[in-house]
């Protein structure tokens, strides 16, 4: 194949998406109690990723947390937008202020508390993210009932609380 027939085929590929244009307002859409004082909210859904990703936008309340899990089937990065969190990833203690990122590659296990004075906000990105969301309304129900089932959420979402 020749080098200009090449580069049109790169050019019209990269102009297709089936993603969509996302603009998300602050708060906006339902938050998820996915634990003690941890609530998250989906900024762009799998739909409009066409199921490659997910991004949320996600609340740590003083003394709250994300409790330590790994994935097994998505990686995760964490992108810290306001106030400090200690995070446990794999064996190591870190700790992050604004502007930090952590990035847990799936069986990476990651545990996130906020130990500091104010609320922290976390941008979530999650790929793939075709199940992402059933899981945060799931986890949500369960600790809204107060009946954890976590065999379920192993099973059906490949998140494994350790």
């Given at each position: 194949m020749d080098a200009n027939k090449r580069q049109q085929q790169i050019m019209e590929k990269s102009q297709k998406t089936n993603k969509e244009l996302v603009v998300s307002k602050k708060d906006a859409s339902p938050k998820y109690w996915m634990s003690k004082g941890e609530y998250t909210n989906?900024?762009?859904?799998?739909?409009?990723?066409?199921?490659?990703?997910?991004?949320?936008?996600?609340?740590?309340?003083?003394n709250g947390f994300v409790p330590n899990h790994y994935h097994k089937w998505e990686d995760q990065t964490f992108h810290i937008m306001e106030g400090e969190v200690e995070a446990k990833i794999g064996d190591k203690w870190y700790q992050l202020e604004v502007g930090d990122t952590i990035h847990c590659p799936r069986g990476i296990p990651h545990f996130i508390k906020n130990n500091g004075k104010s609320t922290a906000r976390l941008v979530?990105?999650?790929?793939?993210?075709?199940?992402?969301?059933?899981?945060?309304?799931?986890t949500s129900r369960q600790n809204h009932e107060g009946q954890h089932d976590k065999q379920l959420i192993e099973e059906k979402f490949g998140v494994v609380y350790v």
């Amino acid at each position: 194949m020749d080098a200009n027939k090449r580069q049109q085929q790169i050019m019209e590929k990269s102009q297709k998406t089936n993603k969509e244009l996302v603009v998300s307002k602050k708060d906006a859409s339902p938050k998820y109690w996915m634990s003690k004082g941890e609530y998250t909210n989906i900024i762009v859904n799998a739909s409009q990723t066409d199921n490659e990703y997910v991004i949320t936008d996600g609340i740590i309340e003083v003394n709250g947390f994300v409790p330590n899990h790994y994935h097994k089937w998505e990686d995760q990065t964490f992108h810290i937008m306001e106030g400090e969190v200690e995070a446990k990833i794999g064996d190591k203690w870190y700790q992050l202020e604004v502007g930090d990122t952590i990035h847990c590659p799936r069986g990476i296990p990651h545990f996130i508390k906020n130990n500091g004075k104010s609320t922290a906000r976390l941008v979530s990105y999650i790929f793939p993210g075709n199940w992402a969301e059933d899981f945060f309304a799931e986890t949500s129900r369960q600790n809204h009932e107060g009946q954890h089932d976590k065999q379920l959420i192993e099973e059906k979402f490949g998140v494994v609380y350790v």
